[in-house]
């Protein structure tokens, strides 16, 4: 409290109103299953557009496991979550290392799984050209099959001459132990390069004379070459000085892709420009390593060099050649030849080949683990994998595994989806939205759906029948949950949580996998499996909203969803009243405080009653608490609240009755 300790006039603010509760977003999904490409453990990446997607978990094009080519029905249903209304989205990767695992073979080179590169494209025979570097895919997987490109790109001319005296030069725009193509005219064009016989020169600047030297690691003087103004001593003639270019050479690095069973590369995307003097060199390496710095640049540059050897660090400006051996080791000796005679790029390529999709991942590689086998994988975050991944998302409410009942296997197919369900119940305050396998008729549905009862998940049936984004022409069969589980994000923002995400739009649609009819429906809505119906006129909808709970009480996907929503609201929007002194006054806020929550709810229509008495009532008084809860600092508030149920059946009773009879 303030203390007064002199005479005066103070100003204090203090506040008279309760606390507000703001409602939690209930549209944020988190989606589980295999990809292309992309990282198999650590925090889920947040996806907020297909094309976010296929930036970091690649396309929609198809997985290959154990040698079965299989639809990505991940990508597809990432896809179609936001295709039908979702704006928010978390993705984990799962992979299947199959029986081997992610085993290591000498050096640390991955012996499945990880593409790799060992030799120059174009080398031929046993052992041709030892390179002391392998170049490893960042993320296990077929499409880290991909060209490497590597380019010495010769930059402008960084002469600057005296405008009084052309024959006095200076160098600009250059670094301290640059790479540099020099190039004098004597007569007829000569070069004369700092790649000469591949070894190079290095140009440093004196710090006491300011004078630029190149040095020639191969010559028998250190100091045989220099450029300065007013410099007698310089390579060339005073004559040819007017003429004299020096230009940096730079390492460009680019990275090209090709879709699975296509043959030829798309065109090359730039990674970066990498200057060759010893600090980009360690900047080169650290961009390109397998444990990056950050999480960005592990998702931004799709390979590393995993073994380095023979590159030395040594501090001495002339001997300094660890960034010359890389190139030397980059570029065979022909290749240099272009840039040697006339400044013009030298290029060399690397094709990474042997990454694959592993095997069809099971139950344990949804559940995850706390910590990963992986030896090759990004350690920038936290090891944990899986469904335990999403357990550090608070913003997830709706959690999906599209493409789990594809699984060859029945009993894996089961188990990952008691994995997604047992997930939703251990969180509280997440529903899953699972799938029917494909190709099953109403009554095996119905025997699928009678395995697990939770008051945590929703079963939907059957597959949806899309227009293949692949293949001009073709129809494609995918499990629903990606398209309910943007439907539900939809329709939070187009209505409310609590209003029953049923008779909506399946935008994708053009068909269904079973038409079904209203007695088949009638087998199934009243055990839990919501059904899609086509209506003529009306399209292809969504028409069931129950969840797989036997108990009647929480029947309703929409009534287990706004519990959730009102629950972790006043859960987060309370946590102020913790260690505040339990007493008759913080008794009273925190009823306020809850009882305004509750009212604005009742008015926008989500509880029952023509006054707010009759939808909700709060208690938190001595009538709900012992004095043991009051010596054991427990606060005990008892809220109840009647919210609406959908109108699932309108019945409209109609009887005749003349005009001369009373109503």
Not at 71 to 83: D, I, Q, S
Not at 367 to 384: E, I, M, R, S, W
Request: hydrophobic share 40%.
């Amino acid at each position: 409290m303030p203390e007064y300790l002199a005479p005066g006039v103070y100003v204090e603010e203090t506040s008279y109103r309760a606390k507000s509760i703001e409602g939690v977003s209930t549209s944020t999904a988190g989606f589980i299953g295999p990809a292309r490409t992309g990282p198999i453990s650590g925090y889920p990446e947040l996806i907020t557009s297909f094309a976010d997607f296929a930036r970091i978990y690649g396309g929609l094009e198809d997985l290959t496991f154990d040698g079965i080519q299989t639809t990505n029905y991940l990508a597809h249903g990432v896809r179609a979550f936001f295709e039908e209304g979702g704006k928010r989205l978390f993705v984990m990767r799962v992979f299947g290392a199959g029986g081997d695992g992610f085993a290591v073979a000498e050096n640390g080179v991955p012996a499945q799984h990880y593409a790799t590169a060992t030799r120059r494209d174009g080398d031929t025979g046993p052992a041709p050209d030892p390179l002391p570097f392998r170049l490893v895919a960042r993320f296990p997987g077929a499409a880290g099959n991909v060209r490497v490109t590597f380019s010495l790109i010769v930059g402008d001319n960084v002469v600057s001459r005296d405008p009084n005296n052309t024959a006095n030069v200076t160098l600009t725009r250059v670094l301290d132990y640059d790479l540099v193509h020099v190039r004098t005219r004597t007569g007829a064009d000569q070069a004369y390069t700092a790649l000469r016989n591949t070894d190079g020169l290095r140009i440093v600047q004196k710090g006491t004379s300011g004078a630029w030297n190149l040095f020639d690691p191969t010559a028998a003087t250190v100091n045989d070459r220099t450029i300065n103004v007013n410099n007698t001593n310089l390579p060339f003639s005073a004559t040819d000085a007017a003429n004299i270019t020096v230009r940096p050479v730079m390492l460009r690095v680019a990275v090209s892709t090709r879709a699975p069973g296509e043959l030829v590369f798309g065109p090359p995307q730039t990674l970066g420009d990498f200057n060759l003097h010893k600090r980009a060199f360690n900047s080169l390496l650290s961009t390109f390593t397998r444990n990056p710095e950050s999480r960005l640049a592990a998702l931004t540059v799709p390979f590393s060099f995993d073994t380095i050897s023979g590159l030395t660090d040594d501090t001495d400006v002339v001997l300094n050649t660890a960034a010359l051996a890389i190139a030397r080791a980059i570029f065979p000796t022909a290749a240099l030849a272009p840039l040697l005679g006339t400044g013009m790029p030298a290029a060399a390529t690397y094709t990474l080949a042997g990454g694959n999709d592993g095997a069809f991942p099971s139950s344990g590689n949804y559940t995850g683990a706390a910590t990963f086998a992986d030896y090759l994988n990004n350690p920038v975050d936290l090891a944990k994998n899986g469904l335990l991944a999403f357990e550090a998302v608070e913003d997830i409410s709706i959690v999906a595994a599209p493409g789990s009942t594809a699984h060859p296997t029945a009993g894996e197919r089961l188990a990952i989806q008691a994995a997604v369900v047992n997930h939703c119940e251990r969180m509280m305050y997440r529903i899953a939205v699972l799938d029917t396998p494909r190709g099953i008729l109403p009554t095996e549905a119905l025997a699928y759906r009678n395995q697990r009862s939770s008051t945590h998940a929703a079963l939907y049936y059957p597959w949806i029948i899309i227009a293949d984004p692949n293949v001009s022409g073709r129809r494609l069969a995918l499990p629903p949950s990606g398209h309910v589980a943007g439907i539900y994000a939809r329709n939070d923002v187009e209505n409310a949580v609590f209003k029953a995400p049923a008779n909506e739009v399946v935008r994708l649609a053009i068909d269904f996998e079973n038409r079904l009819n209203k007695a088949q429906q009638e087998l199934l809505n009243p055990n839990g499996v919501n059904c899609f119906r086509f209506f003529e006129g009306r399209g292809y909808l969504l028409w069931g909203a129950r969840t797989i709970s036997d108990d009647p009480e929480w029947k309703y996907v929409n009534l287990r969803r706004y519990f959730a929503y009102l629950e972790r609201s006043i859960d987060k929007g309370t946590q102020w009243a913790v260690f505040q002194n339990n007493s008759e006054q913080l008794w009273g806020n925190v009823r306020r405080t809850i009882e305004d929550f509750l009212y604005n709810e009742w008015r926008m229509g989500g509880l029952m009653g023509d006054k707010p008495e009759k939808g909700f009532f709060v208690r938190c008084d001595l009538s709900t608490m012992t004095q043991n809860d009051l010596d054991n600092g427990r606060l005990v508030c008892l809220i109840g609240v009647a919210a609406v149920r959908p109108a699932e059946f309108v019945i409209f009773r109609i009887g005749q009755w003349t005009a001369s009879s009373p109503l």
